[in-house]
């Protein structure tokens, strides 16, 4: 670590401290004995870290810096103090025994003020010092002199703002303040604008434009002055090509002298100001609080004067004051025109406006207002607004329309017209402030006494189908049990009258026997599915655990095998089948049904091609929640218009192919639904169709 030499001498350098940088302890101590007697606090650093170290913990005011060090040699110190908003304005001063001229040349570049070579001078050291103390204190007081001197001319600035504004309000121009105490329009008051300038500069004429930059097109024109009686309002492109346009674009003032031309002008411009005879031009800009309004022209004759630095100054004072006029006559009509379409608005919105002050007093209503409340206007304003509200509702009512917290609200509630109906209402309610504080509420009330009674109706229509819905589902629970015992002996005795006929060696009434066990077996899956169909809607809540897809659709593929050999159909089945979460004896339902109508329904048998179904799936996408899968048959293809009858209970297609009952698919799209996924049916004419069911992913 450095050593801080306390001064043995007063010489005038007393607070300033220096930072000697040496890797030679006798250097250290030479030059630390030599400052330190000469008034100055010497602190030492034996390394450039070190250094860099104390020099950012303490700038110090001066630093003699060696150059060969170790590690870390004096250029690059040098280049690391300057790099550091910290001590970039600490003087450097190299010392050191490396004399030649590039040594010298690159510790300036590196930020050194001074060289001093070794051996040293002790008098040369304590004299570049003192230089550089000095000079770093005179740059210091010159630095606060002018932060100063910054600060003054920014209160003078203000101070002078202030003054100019208090001038353009007190004094002004009389004709120009006459014409905004009367309140004229615009027209009248450029009008008397463009005179009293003439008047006050004494020049041949002065002409005001406002512009609309975003057409672009020009609002308003005026000319005043004993002169060019012949202008008259320019075409904007014009405008735009001379002086004005110049001014609008940077916004500054223009002094345009006689008999010059002028390179801001564009030709049609010149063209224009020879065939008028116009000689010297003084253009300003209108601008009021960011906002261009347009531009005030002055003009002489070639044979008057030129326009001076004087006659702009006080041109400029004028158009200050001109913009300002004009912006509050064009504030004034917008917020006129602002206040009629406002107006307008309320008046004609369907919705009811109500205004209220702080203490729940209506003080404004529109028509819808009184249509809807059956109130007139005068029975309205200044009534209270809990009058509104039934009598079991007005108790719970009171601030209902006033937002004292200042947050908006949005409610439904019940109101009761003059006539004694009830309203049902939808309120968006908002405060109304002045000054910032709350000074009563706007309410807009928008009828919904339809849609309620809509809502009621929807509801115990949802109730009664609800209802039969369970008494459907009852009705064929029932059906299908009291189907199931007939049915039992039936089979019973189909079973016993096969064996005894194969035994007399009756083949015809075999074959009926079998006709009517075959009848039996599509009676059971008609109940099954009736009895799934059933128990599916009765269930409302399914827990979803993770499925053997594999397994499943083996699975299934079994229970059909007897048709798929009747139809001598080829069944594929893909590998590796994903993850996902169902209810396996309910997606075991959804393979069997789609297979088993791929199976009836695939292939072509005019043409002799067999049915061959395709079981498989989609491969997930990253990021996906739900897995596709498919049945796809080469069958002959569904329209638009039979894909659109799918899914639909007691629906079939193909009466004459297959023998069925339609309930499978509704059963599909029912146990699907149930378990959050979605059915569906891809298929065209000619290639066959793709039934798909989607499951969520485990």
Same mark, same amino acid.
Not at 48 to 66: K, S, Y
Not at 502 to 518: C, F, N, P, T
């Given at each position: ?47 450039? $870290? ?26 690059? /110190? ?258 006129? *025109? ?162 005894? $006929? ?64 009747? *139809? ?77 009858? $799918? ?31 979605? /059915? ?19």
């Amino acid at each position: 670590m450095g050593s801080v030499a306390k001064p043995q001498k007063d010489n005038g350098a007393n607070g300033h401290r220096v930072l000697i940088v040496d890797d030679s302890p006798l250097s250290l101590q030479l030059l630390a004995h030599l400052i330190q007697l000469h008034g100055y606090q010497a602190e030492t650093a034996s390394s450039g $870290l070190e250094a860099l170290e104390a020099a950012r913990r303490d700038p110090p005011d001066v630093i003699l810096l060696d150059i060969m060090m170790p590690e870390m040699d004096g250029f690059e /110190v040098a280049e690391a103090l300057k790099a550091d908003p910290r001590t970039d304005d600490i003087p450097i001063l190299f010392i050191s025994a490396l004399n030649d001229e590039s040594s010298k040349v690159k510790a300036f570049d590196a930020g050194g003020v001074d060289y001093i070579a070794k051996p040293f001078q002790n008098r040369e050291v304590l004299a570049r010092v003192n230089t550089h103390v000095k000079l770093r204190d005179t740059t210091r007081r010159l630095e606060q002199q002018l932060a100063e001197r910054e600060k003054l001319i920014k209160r003078l600035d203000i101070t002078n703002e202030q003054l100019q504004t208090a001038l353009a309000r007190t004094e002004g121009l009389y004709r120009i303040t006459r014409s905004l105490i009367t309140s004229e329009d615009i027209p009248d008051m450029l009008q008397t604008v463009t005179q009293s300038v003439a008047s006050i500069l004494s020049c041949e004429a002065a002409f005001v434009v406002t512009v609309n930059l975003e057409v672009p097109a020009i609002t308003f024109f005026a000319r005043g002055g004993p002169g060019f009686e012949a202008l008259r309002e320019p075409p904007v492109d014009l405008l735009m090509a001379g002086l004005s346009g110049w001014v609008i674009k940077h916004l500054q003032p223009v002094l345009s002298p006689k008999g010059m031309m002028d390179p801001r002008e564009q030709p049609p411009a010149r063209r224009w100001r020879e065939a008028l005879q116009v000689g010297a031009m003084m253009v300003v800009p209108l601008y009021y609080r960011g906002r261009l309004v347009g531009t005030m022209t002055a003009l002489n004759r070639p044979d008057q004067p030129d326009f001076t630095e004087e006659d702009l100054a006080q041109f400029s004072a004028i158009a200050g004051q001109v913009s300002v006029a004009l912006a509050n006559a064009q504030l004034s009509d917008e917020t006129a *025109y602002l206040k009629r379409f406002n107006e307008g608005i309320v008046q004609g919105v369907a919705e009811a406006i109500l205004v209220t002050d702080e203490d729940e007093r209506i003080t404004f209503a529109n028509p819808a207002a009184e249509a809807m409340l059956g109130y007139s206007l005068d029975a309205l304003v200044g009534r209270p607004c809990t009058m509104l509200f039934p009598p079991e509702l007005n108790g719970g009512t009171r601030g209902a329309f006033v937002c004292r917290s200042g947050v908006a609200a949005r409610f439904e509630t019940l109101l009761q017209a003059g006539d004694g109906r009830r309203v049902s209402v939808l309120a968006s309610v908002r405060p109304l402030y002045q000054d910032g504080e709350i000074v009563g509420s706007l309410a807009a009330l928008t009828d919904i006494t339809e849609l309620k009674q809509a809502e009621d109706q929807l509801r115990q229509y949802a109730h009664d189908l609800e209802a039969q819905n369970a008494e459907l589902d009852a009705f064929a629970h029932t059906v299908a049990h009291d189907l199931r015992s007939p049915l039992t002996g039936i089979v019973g005795f189909v079973d016993l009258l096969s064996q005894a $006929l194969e035994e007399q060696g009756d083949k015809h009434l075999s074959e009926y026997v079998r006709y009517i066990a075959r009848s039996t077996v599509k009676m059971e899956n008609i109940i099954d599915e009736l009895l799934l169909l059933a128990s599916v809607r009765a269930m409302d809540e399914i827990t979803l655990s993770p499925l053997d897809m594999g397994r499943i659709v083996m699975e299934a593929r079994d229970r059909i095998k007897y048709l798929i050999e009747e *139809y001598g159909a080829k069944v594929t089945i893909e590998d590796g089948w994903p993850q996902t979460l169902g209810y396996a004896p309910w997606v075991e339902e959804v393979w069997v049904n789609y297979l088993s109508n791929a199976v009836k329904y695939g292939g072509q048998p005019d043409a002799g091609v067999p049915p061959h179904v395709v079981l498989g799936y989609d491969p997930p996408v990253d990021g996906s929640t739900w897995v596709r899968f498919w049945v796809r048959d080469n069958g002959p293809g569904l329209t638009p218009e039979q894909q659109a009858r $799918l899914f639909t209970p007691f629906e079939r297609l193909h009466n004459v192919r297959a023998e069925g009952h339609g309930l499978g698919l509704s059963i599909v799209r029912r146990i699907v639904e149930k378990l959050g996924g979605q /059915v569906g049916v891809e298929s065209a004419l000619g290639v066959g169709s793709t039934f798909y069911f989607t499951l969520p992913r485990a």
